[in-house]
């Protein structure tokens, strides 16, 4: 069956169970992966499974050798015996003669020892090692239903501790005092005449490891007290919150969507929490100019059952951990995996080897998040000088959410994996202009059309990627796949509206009216994600990274 129309399936199925038969995102998406494995054809799988490892062959060049661009982890051995293949075996086996150097577009020029076999003008022709034709064989023999489980597990695999921990961390900063700490500190640093910019920096900074739903039931306590004292703003201090904080949520792992993203892109995490963070931080900015516009053009009251209130927020820090110790959570981990990933930015061999297997070890985005996890826990049992049980019930808690967002992503995971099996990356490349960029809008408007239609926008970014991806392991971006995560994580910004259940907790908790909620905080992160996509476009150019 085509590529497409396998795709047009899958997502009528996930999209359309969502919110048509209101199923849960996890059971969407796993009988999406399902019915897409179903569909896919033996040959389809073998297709993909060549296609995945083999080196493509570009062309036949005038002197009789052969252009070849291999991928990473592909490169050709002289000497070697390759298998010709376009899809199905062309029984041509070819010796390889490696005779020039990689041309600035990757292209490899090699000869082969007993002239080229016919055919292999073909298009989808490529050379591949008798060993993965026979893995090839084997993995399109396999069941749907194992197809299926190899996809969840490998997500799991991947991500599946980081969340959970993620989880412990957020839960233990809240319930510690460290989160209303930073708060304070970067609210007393600033002063109130600057508190909007304190809450958009507060909100970026606590969504790192926590949600977004959390960080704003935690933050507009605070945006309520100032309200009072000073009798406006409102309205900006609101979108404050919401700018920092949905921005971090979309692009600076180890929240779900980037790191779900990121894995499947085989992106590096400390490479990912540095650009999420510059580019988070200019699109925040921009937040922040619209919310100020936005403040002087509407006003809007307190909640009715908040406006005539005498409650203050409870600002007794006695119990609260040192501003030192309540960030520590969270610059760990960016320290250490930032730390490990700037070994990948020198030559092999000119760090120290015992230097290089310390921060390998200690930058493993597992370990850093243990360590981070394990201080978040102590820093609660010094705080609220607690007991076992009480750390113990902590950690219950935020595994219970931790755990329906594993599952989705494990099953968005699975979705993707069968989409990639179906070939669909090289019907949607032949599709693409030639120009790679356009990858990012293209990114960036799947993934927003996939958010408009039901609402999460961590939904969004796992199933857009799960189409993207194939694209770019398929050829060679010009870019780093960086940039395409961005993009996606951009892309899951516009346009929140009714189906989205963030919408309704800033309606809600803010009283602002449904059309006040969209004319604010949606246009607000519908321009954020612009921003941003126009941000990694321009870093794509810049400093491609390649």
Not at 77 to 94: F, K
Not at 185 to 204: H, N
Not at 437 to 458: D, E
Request: net charge positive; hydrophobic share 55%; proline share 5%.
């Amino acid at each position: 069956m085509n590529p497409l129309l396998i795709l047009a399936i899958g997502m009528l199925i996930v999209i359309g169970g969502i919110l048509l038969l209101r199923l849960h995102a996890f059971l969407a998406l796993l009988l999406g992966a399902v019915v897409v494995a179903g569909l896919t054809g033996r040959q389809q799988l073998f297709a993909s499974a060549i296609a995945s490892a083999s080196v493509p062959i570009v062309a036949v060049s005038a002197a009789g050798g052969l252009d070849v661009r291999p991928g990473k982890g592909r490169a050709l051995i002289a000497g070697t015996t390759y298998l010709v293949v376009d899809g199905v075996l062309s029984h041509d086996a070819v010796e390889v003669i490696i005779a020039g150097p990689r041309t600035s577009a990757g292209v490899h020029h090699v000869r082969l020892a007993g002239g080229v076999p016919a055919g292999v003008e073909h298009s989808r022709a490529s050379l591949a090692h008798a060993t993965l034709v026979d893995q090839a064989r084997s993995e399109a023999a396999l069941s749907v239903g194992r197809r299926v489980a190899t996809g969840f597990g490998d997500i799991v695999g991947g991500i599946g501790i980081v969340i959970a921990l993620a989880a412990i961390i957020g839960e233990c900063m809240m319930r510690s005092g460290a989160a209303d700490r930073i708060v304070w500190s970067i609210r007393r640093l600033l002063g109130d005449a600057y508190a909007p910019q304190a809450f958009v920096a507060s909100g970026f900074v606590l969504c790192i490891p926590m949600f977004f739903d959390t960080v704003f039931y935690l933050m507009l306590p605070l945006a309520k007290t100032l309200r009072r004292q000073t009798g406006r703003h409102w309205v900006l201090y609101v979108l404050c919150v919401v700018a920092g904080a949905t921005m971090a949520h979309a692009l600076v792992p180890p929240t779900p969507g980037p790191l779900m993203v990121i894995s499947e892109l085989g992106v590096n995490m400390g490479l990912m929490m540095v650009g999420g963070i510059i580019v988070g931080s200019i699109a925040a900015t921009a937040g922040y100019l619209y919310a100020v516009w936005a403040d002087r053009r509407w006003d809007a009251p307190l909640p009715e059952e908040e406006a005539g209130s005498t409650h203050r927020l409870e600002t007794d820090q006695s119990s609260w951990p040192p501003l030192a110790v309540a960030i520590l959570p969270i610059l760990l981990p960016v320290i250490l995996i930032s730390g490990s990933s700037l070994l990948d930015l020198y030559p092999a061999g000119s760090v120290p080897p015992a230097w290089t297997a310390y921060l390998r070890f200690w930058g493993d985005k597992n370990v850093a998040l243990v360590v981070s996890a394990a201080l978040a826990l102590a820093m609660l049992w010094w705080a609220r000088r607690g007991t076992l049980r009480d750390l113990s019930r902590t950690t219950q808690d935020a595994l219970s959410s931790a755990g329906v967002i594993i599952l989705i992503i494990a099953a968005g995971g699975a979705f993707g994996a069968a989409l990639k099996q179906t070939g669909i990356a090289t019907t949607l490349t032949d599709l693409m202009p030639a120009a790679k960029v356009a990858l990012l809008p293209l990114s960036f408007l799947i993934t927003s059309t996939i958010r408009i239609a039901q609402g999460s926008a961590t939904v969004a970014m796992i199933t857009a990627v799960g189409i993207v991806a194939p694209i770019v392991a398929a050829g060679d971006l010009g870019y780093h796949p960086l940039y395409v995560a961005l993009a996606i994580g951009c892309g899951s910004k516009p346009i929140p509206w009714m189906n989205d259940s963030g919408f309704w907790i800033i309606s809600r908790m803010s009283g602002f009216s449904e059309v006040q909620t969209l004319r604010t905080a949606s246009a607000m992160m519908s321009l954020m994600g612009v921003v941003g996509l126009a941000v990694t476009m321009l870093g794509s150019w810049l400093v491609p990274l390649v």
